[in-house]
Each structure stands twice: as C-alpha cells, then as structure tokens.
C-alpha cells in the first residue's frame, strides 16, 4: 500500500506541475487572443542549378550548356541570384573551344517520366544552326546527366528545311538567309537557321524551328538514338501556315499561290503569314497535352525595312501535332494581335522591335512567360489574353496598373540592343517569381559582334516588378571585353532544377 501511494503522490505531484505549465502555455495563448502577437516574418528561398544554353562567340559557336549553382532570396532587393563562381561548370555536347564546326545549341528542355514528373536526368537540346552554308544538318538529342559531372551525349541529325521558293523579291527564299542578309551582326552570313524552342512530353520532344516557312517537329523521344531522322518516317512535321488555315486566317484574299518546301511539302502561300511570319518559339504545358506557341508577324524584310510587328500566340492540342491534321478545334486559344512596340532604332544592320523568343509555362499552368527581347510578356494560360502585356498595363488582381515590363533594373535599361534582350524566362518551382535569361550589349560591342555580358534577373509575378540586379553567370568564365575574347558568352535558353525552403 505503501507503495501506491507513493506511486498516486508522484502521479498527482506530475499532474500539477503539468497543469501549471498548461496554465502558462494557456495563459499565453490567451493573451494573443486577445492582444495580437506580431510573428517572425516567413521568407521563402530558392537554392539549385541553373543551366544556360550558350550561343556563338569567337571561340567556337556554342557547343555547350553552362551549369550555375545559384540561391535565390527575393527578400534581397540588390542582389536576390547569388551565383556561386566557384561552381561553375559546363556540359560539352560538341567539339572543344576553338573549334569552328561546333553548333549553336538554344534550345534545352528537361525530359519527362511516364508518370509526368521532370526527369532531371536527362537534358534534350536542338540545334540552331552549323556554321558556314556546306552543313545542312543540325544536332538533335540529349544528354544523359546520371553521372554528372560525367556525362554522355545522345546525338541524332536532322535535315534543315529550306523553302525552295519564297515571295522576296530581291531573291531571298529562306528567312535564315533574309535575316543573314539585313542582321548580319546578329546571324552571319549566309547561314540557316533552325531550332531555338521545344516543348515536351514523356513520349515526345517537339521543338521549333526558326526556318521559313516556321514548323514545329513532333519526335518520338524513342527515335533519339542516333539515327539520322526523316520527316515523315521517324517524326512529323506542322507548319505554321497549316494551322493558319485551320483558323481560317488566310489574309491573303484571291491568291492561290503555293510554295513548296525543300522536302518537297506543298503549303498555301499562307504559311508565309501575311505580313510574314518570322520564327517560332513555344513550350509545353506542365501536363504536356498542350503546345504553346508565339511568332512575329513581320512589316517587311527589307534592309530600310527590317523592324518586328505584332505577336501572334496559339495554343495547340499536342496529340494532333503527333498524328497530324489540325484541325479549327485543336486550336484550343489564340491571341493573333498582341500590340507590340519597337525598340531602339539603329543602324547597326540589326533586327529592330519587340521579337518573340523562348517561353515556358508556370508550373501551376496558369501563366505562360514570354520572352520578348525588349520586354517581358505574361499570357494567362487560360485563353491567351495578357496579364503583363507588351506595354506594361495588364491589370493585376488588384487592379493596380503594372509595372513597366521594360523597365528591367539592371542599370542599363532595355532595348534590342545598347541595353538588354531577354531570351528566355522560366518559373520558380512554386509560381511565384520568374527567372529571365538575359544577354546585355552596348551599341559598340555589338557593333563589333560581341555582347557585354550574359545573366538571369528576379521577376515578382503577382507584383508584377523586378528585383534587384542582373546577376552575371556566363561572364564568370567568358571575358567581357572584346579585346579577351571578341565577346562573352550569348546567351538563350534557360532550365533550372530548384529546391524551395520556407524560413
């Protein structure tokens, strides 16, 4: 007896000093129920890779993919992108520095698994062009990152498709070869262009082409192997003009002239544009059933004439890009006039104006970041209408006016060149912020066919502001200055494998 009741005083003794400390936790708890307690302020932060496909400069065009260890602190209104310069490494796909036969390469986009999810494991890329005019194939393919920094190129090729005939009157037939004509500067001489965009799906890679007449590829991811692709036996092919007349957007009324291409594909006279269209660039949405693409259309191109018009956005269902036939109904949005503004005006032999480049779906699908050279463009994903628009007024959900999208704090302010371009954007992992991919010029470097620099900056989405400063990424290898190196690294498309961490 003795026993339990020692035991009941030690129980009885527990409960009472258990019940002062409930006493205080609820006396606490009751006061800030009834005088508020202000609570440590929650930051979110961002901490990963980024990895930048680099473009042409006088060591050798392209030929790798630059790899960045980076944090993210938007609460950090200077500096948000730390870009850790003892981290920086590259993926070699072709050749070495130096060597001249190496091809740009734009386009990067993460593989898929079956089950949707990103396959960080694999980085699919395409080539943008070879240089000189005796190459008429371009790479296509990915990399296996499993054993990074050790890793294995899967390299196919694919024909360049050149229009045989055009409407130029001064003879140019292929926009490749218009724009190596008045933008020397920006794309040599003589040279073809081809892919610069993609979309994605666990079955397929589907990337775009920067050709005239544009098209975008359907390539079962399985068909990567190696081989030397066909079109029509290995993968499938839609051209621009194709879904035009599926929208019933032949403009030019009366006129029944065809053009064929040079894998001998007869188009209407439509798949020019009307005025002409000139690239093409998308991405996929995050469930991959979607296909979103932008283009240009063109007031001329001409030399007194070479100045970027309005944009055209289309959203395609994927699976009709796969077995071909589009159709009105598989146009699943449009917005055929966004109202776009040029740019500095210069003599420079230059491409001028707001020119659609790579863009990318926020992970939640509810925004599409578009690239637009001089500015920033966000399209609501819904039905294609602009949420921060060519000119910076897209009302927010407030209904506060937006922030000027060309007003990007770096400093150098913006403008096709003598400023910044922006080449591609992608999302954080949570939707929050956007991520660009910038190269930044003065007139007389790129006068000179260099750049300054290349660098990501910070976009606060709902706020619809930047944040802070450019941050330089292929600087940090690649000499800025001309004498160095002839210019820094240019560079394009953008991919990030990102972890979020809430403090």
Same mark, same amino acid.
């Given at each position: 007896?003795? *026993?339990?009741?020692?035991?009941?005083?030690?129980?009885?003794?527990?409960? /009472?000093?258990?019940?002062?400390?409930?006493?205080?936790?609820?006396?606490?708890?009751?006061?800030?129920?009834?005088?508020?307690?202000?609570?440590?302020?929650?930051?979110?932060?961002?901490?990963?890779?980024?990895?930048?496909?680099?473009?042409?400069?006088?060591?050798?065009?392209?030929?790798?993919?630059?790899?960045?260890?980076?944090?993210?602190?938007?609460?950090?209104?200077?500096?948000?992108?730390?870009?850790?310069?003892?981290?920086?490494?590259? +993926?070699?796909?072709?050749?070495?520095?130096?060597?001249?036969?190496?091809?740009?390469?734009? =386009?990067? $986009?993460?593989?898929?698994?079956?089950?949707?999810?990103?396959?960080?494991?694999?980085?699919?890329?395409?080539?943008?062009?070879?240089?000189?005019?005796?190459?008429? /194939?371009?790479?296509?393919?990915?990399?296996?990152?499993?054993?990074?920094?050790?890793?294995?190129?899967?390299?196919?090729?694919?024909?360049?498709?050149?229009?045989?005939?055009?409407? #130029?009157?001064?003879?140019? =037939?292929?926009?490749?070869?218009?724009?190596?004509?008045?933008?020397?500067?920006?794309?040599?001489?003589?040279? $073809?262009?081809?892919?610069?965009?993609?979309?994605?799906?666990?079955?397929?890679?589907?990337?775009?082409?920067?050709? #005239?007449?544009?098209?975008?590829?359907? +390539?079962?991811?399985?068909?990567?192997?190696?081989?030397?692709?066909?079109?029509?036996?290995? #993968?499938?092919?839609?051209?621009?003009?194709?879904?035009?007349?599926?929208?019933?957007?032949?403009?030019?009324?009366?006129?029944?002239?065809?053009?064929?291409?040079?894998?001998?594909?007869?188009?209407? @006279?439509?798949?020019?544009?009307?005025?002409?269209?000139?690239?093409?660039?998308?991405?996929?949405?995050?469930?991959?059933?979607?296909?979103?693409?932008?283009?240009?259309?063109?007031?001329? @191109?001409?030399?007194?004439?070479?100045?970027?018009?309005?944009?055209?956005?289309?959203?395609?269902?994927?699976?009709?890009?796969?077995?071909?036939?589009?159709?009105?109904?598989?146009?699943?949005?449009?917005?055929?006039?966004?109202?776009?503004?040029?740019?500095?005006?210069?003599? @420079?032999?230059?491409?001028?104006?707001?020119?659609?480049?790579?863009?990318?779906?926020?992970?939640?699908?509810?925004?599409?970041?578009?690239?637009?050279?001089? *500015?920033?463009?966000?399209?609501?994903?819904?039905?294609?209408?602009?949420?921060?628009?060519?000119?910076?007024?897209?009302?927010?959900?407030?209904?506060?006016?937006?922030?000027?999208?060309?007003?990007?704090?770096?400093?150098?302010?913006?403008?096709?060149?003598?400023?910044?371009?922006?080449?591609?954007?992608?999302?954080?992992?949570?939707? $929050?912020?956007? +991520? @660009?991919?910038? *190269?930044?010029?003065?007139?007389?470097?790129?006068?000179?066919?260099?750049?300054?620099?290349?660098?990501?900056?910070?976009?606060?989405?709902?706020?619809?502001? #930047?944040?802070?400063?450019?941050?330089?990424?292929?600087?940090?290898?690649?000499?800025?200055?001309?004498a160095a190196d002839g210019n820094s690294r240019d560079t394009c498309g953008l991919i990030s494998h990102l972890t979020v961490t809430t403090?």
């Amino acid at each position: 007896m003795k *026993r339990s009741i020692r035991v009941m005083l030690l129980v009885l003794a527990v409960a /009472v000093v258990g019940g002062i400390l409930l006493s205080g936790c609820g006396s606490s708890s009751s006061s800030s129920s009834s005088s508020p307690v202000v609570s440590g302020t929650t930051t979110t932060t961002y901490s990963g890779t980024l990895y930048m496909a680099s473009g042409a400069d006088t060591l050798g065009p392209g030929g790798h993919i630059g790899v960045f260890s980076v944090t993210i602190d938007p609460s950090n209104t200077t500096n948000p992108i730390q870009v850790d310069a003892n981290s920086v490494n590259k +993926i070699q796909l072709f050749g070495t520095p130096g060597n001249m036969t190496a091809p740009m390469i734009h =386009d990067v $986009r993460f593989g898929v698994n079956s089950d949707g999810t990103t396959n960080y494991n694999k980085i699919y890329y395409s080539g943008m062009m070879s240089v000189g005019t005796a190459t008429t /194939v371009v790479p296509i393919g990915y990399v296996d990152m499993t054993n990074y920094p050790i890793t294995t190129t899967h390299n196919s090729t694919i024909d360049f498709d050149n229009t045989a005939t055009g409407p #130029f009157s001064n003879g140019m =037939d292929t926009i490749a070869y218009a724009l190596s004509q008045i933008a020397p500067n920006e794309f040599g001489t003589g040279t $073809r262009i081809d892919y610069c965009a993609s979309g994605m799906n666990a079955n397929y890679y589907f990337p775009m082409s920067m050709s #005239f007449p544009a098209y975008i590829d359907a +390539i079962p991811v399985a068909n990567l192997d190696g081989r030397h692709l066909v079109k029509g036996t290995d #993968f499938k092919r839609t051209y621009i003009g194709q879904i035009d007349d599926a929208m019933n957007l032949s403009l030019w009324t009366g006129v029944t002239t065809t053009i064929t291409t040079q894998d001998g594909t007869v188009l209407p @006279l439509n798949a020019l544009g009307v005025p002409p269209l000139a690239f093409i660039h998308g991405a996929s949405s995050p469930d991959g059933t979607k296909i979103y693409m932008s283009t240009n259309q063109m007031a001329g @191109l001409t030399e007194a004439n070479n100045t970027a018009g309005n944009l055209r956005a289309y959203m395609i269902n994927a699976s009709k890009l796969v077995s071909g036939g589009v159709t009105t109904n598989d146009v699943l949005a449009k917005n055929i006039s966004i109202a776009v503004a040029s740019s500095n005006s210069t003599t @420079l032999g230059d491409l001028e104006g707001t020119i659609a480049y790579r863009a990318s779906f926020t992970p939640n699908g509810q925004y599409i970041l578009q690239s637009g050279s001089d *500015r920033l463009i966000i399209l609501k994903a819904s039905d294609l209408t602009e949420y921060v628009d060519s000119s910076g007024t897209g009302a927010n959900p407030s209904g506060a006016s937006a922030a000027k999208t060309t007003a990007i704090a770096s400093g150098l302010g913006a403008g096709t060149f003598g400023g910044i371009e922006v080449h591609d954007v992608i999302a954080t992992p949570d939707s $929050r912020y956007a +991520i @660009l991919s910038l *190269r930044y010029y003065t007139d007389a470097l790129h006068a000179s066919g260099g750049i300054k620099n290349s660098g990501v900056q910070l976009y606060d989405i709902a706020n619809k502001t #930047f944040i802070g400063k450019v941050a330089t990424t292929c600087g940090l290898c690649h000499a800025s200055s001309p004498a160095a190196d002839g210019n820094s690294r240019d560079t394009c498309g953008l991919i990030s494998h990102l972890t979020v961490t809430t403090h």
